[in-house]
């Protein structure tokens, strides 16, 4: 109970999951070096002892004790602020473990279906947070042939769906994709990847189980190698995450461990609630990742003696705007906050999904302007070792020296930066994520016209031609 220590955490990975990379099954995450770097990413939110980061990463329960902010309920605006700031300090493996909100919004209108269920969300919550847990968003199914419905595809398991209820739970098969961090957190919180119809009740299905569950198999890839440098991968070198494919093969959930079981009626409301806290999570990390894109168009032109040029000048407003943009429609979705009946508040759901939406849209139009700007060194400019080689080394500082007073490891770190970012590792990932995060823009084209006040629209367009306002 309470908080844990890194090594604490590092230690409950060791508890017999079934884990596979590359076509080996690996016994022992914790001493495997495909693990090193997203263990000591994990780990970091665990070091509650700095003093940067212990006020933010805690709060204080009901009971008095400390727990990880990530499980605070958000009841004021400051506490739904602190929420971003943190998102934006705590690793991706902290981020994830969000899904609780999710679990936590749509508990009211559980409880008005299947009270049982919605007091399992509570305990689950309480569980994982008195124990300092983390959990993984398990949304993602293979989906199989998308013109059809989960229950009209060739394999029935292509939807995770109840094969067989039992006294004692739910036996469950299928598989999960695009599991960011399932290796490494302790509990895995699956949810239907959208809405169901009564015919597809089997797939209407919610739970929490143990990622050592029997039946349980994850198969990762990540977008980064195992070993890589600081200096050459300065964002890959900090960030790799693997992505889980999870099966589950004819897993028993336990009753208690059950959120939705037939319920077909609610589970878009569990697919939608995941989606406003992944996509709120992601737009404070995509904020924070555009400010940097401006800083490195400026550092990158300036370098290079470019930055009085009208285009570059041109160039680095796309890339401000871009970048407030997104900080404004943060900004307007917790000023314009939303509450539960019980209080619970989360972020305006049609600003959200407005914000992802022109983000997502546009990403891949800045990073072709801070290319532009760059230009081809991008991906052409020799590695750290190059420059710390006796012979080479000269070579690097005379000619890619700008001025007299040219900082040329300084120069060379900022291009790997855009690199890295943008035009390899860290950056193939960024550039899938940035679109499908979240729901890819379907599911924001979705939620606008849902959440969007189309009547008062009409009326106002009524209005202003000089017409009748309609009911």
């Known amino acids: 109970m309470g908080l844990k220590t890194a090594d604490e955490y590092r230690a409950s990975l060791n508890d017999g999951r079934v884990i596979f990379w590359g076509g080996e099954k690996i016994t022992d995450i914790t001493s495997h070096p495909r693990f090193r770097v997203p263990i000591e990413v994990a780990c970091s939110d665990y070091d509650y002892a700095n003093p940067e980061l212990g006020e933010l990463i805690t709060y204080e329960t009901e009971d008095g004790s400390k727990a990880h902010r990530v499980y605070q309920v958000p009841r004021t605006v400051e506490e739904l602020e602190l929420r971003l700031k943190l998102g934006c300090q705590m690793s991706i493996v902290g981020g994830v473990t969000g899904v609780y909100m999710a679990l936590l919004q749509i508990k009211d209108r559980l409880a008005a279906v299947n009270p049982r269920f919605a007091e399992n969300i509570e305990n689950m919550y309480r569980y994982a947070r008195d124990n300092d847990l983390r959990a993984a968003e398990v949304i993602t199914d293979a989906k199989g042939d998308r013109s059809k419905k989960a229950h009209e595809q060739i394999d029935p398991d292509l939807y995770v769906r109840i094969v067989k209820e039992t006294p004692e739970g739910i036996i469950v098969r299928g598989a999960k994709l695009h599991i960011t961090a399932a290796a490494l957190v302790h509990e895995l919180v699956v949810m239907p990847t959208k809405s169901m119809r009564e015919n597809e009740a089997d797939y209407a299905v919610a739970f929490s189980i143990p990622v050592n569950t029997p039946g349980v198999k994850i198969i990762n890839r990540s977008f980064a190698p195992a070993e890589l440098n600081s200096f050459d991968y300065p964002a890959s070198s900090h960030h790799s995450m693997p992505e889980g494919f999870v099966i589950f093969d004819d897993v028993l959930v336990p009753w208690d461990r059950v959120f939705l079981a037939g319920e077909w009626q609610l589970a878009g409301a569990f697919a939608g609630a995941l989606g406003l806290w ?55 979705a917790v000023r314009h906050f939303e509450a539960t009946d019980g209080g619970m508040l989360h972020p305006n759901t049609l600003g959200i999904n407005v914000t992802k939406y022109y983000y997502a849209s546009n990403f891949h139009q800045m990073v072709r302007h801070l290319h532009d700007v760059a230009g081809g060194l991008t991906i052409t400019l020799p590695e750290e070792a190059d420059l710390l080689n006796e012979e080479t080394g000269p070579y690097l500082r005379k000619y890619l020296a700008v001025r007299e007073d040219t900082d040329v490891e300084q120069r060379m770190r900022v291009f790997s930066l855009i690199r890295d970012m943008t035009a390899d590792a860290f950056g193939g990932w960024h550039l899938v994520t940035a679109l499908q995060a979240g729901g890819g823009l379907k599911a924001q084209r979705i939620m606008m016209s849902r959440t969007f006040d189309m009547g008062d629209a009409r009326n106002a367009a009524l209005s202003a031609a000089g017409a009748l306002k309609q009911d």
């Not at 400026?298 to 997104?326: F, M, N, S, W």
Request: glycine residues 8%; contains cysteine.
């Open 278 to 332: 992944e996509r709120t999570l992601g737009l404070a990390m995509a904020s924070q990742d555009a400010n940097i894109m401006v800083g490195l168009a400026h550092l990158v032109t300036e370098q290079q003696g470019k930055d009085r040029d009208p285009h570059v000048q041109d160039t680095i407003a796309e890339l401000i705007c871009y970048a407030e943009t997104i900080r404004m429609g943060l900004d307007y």
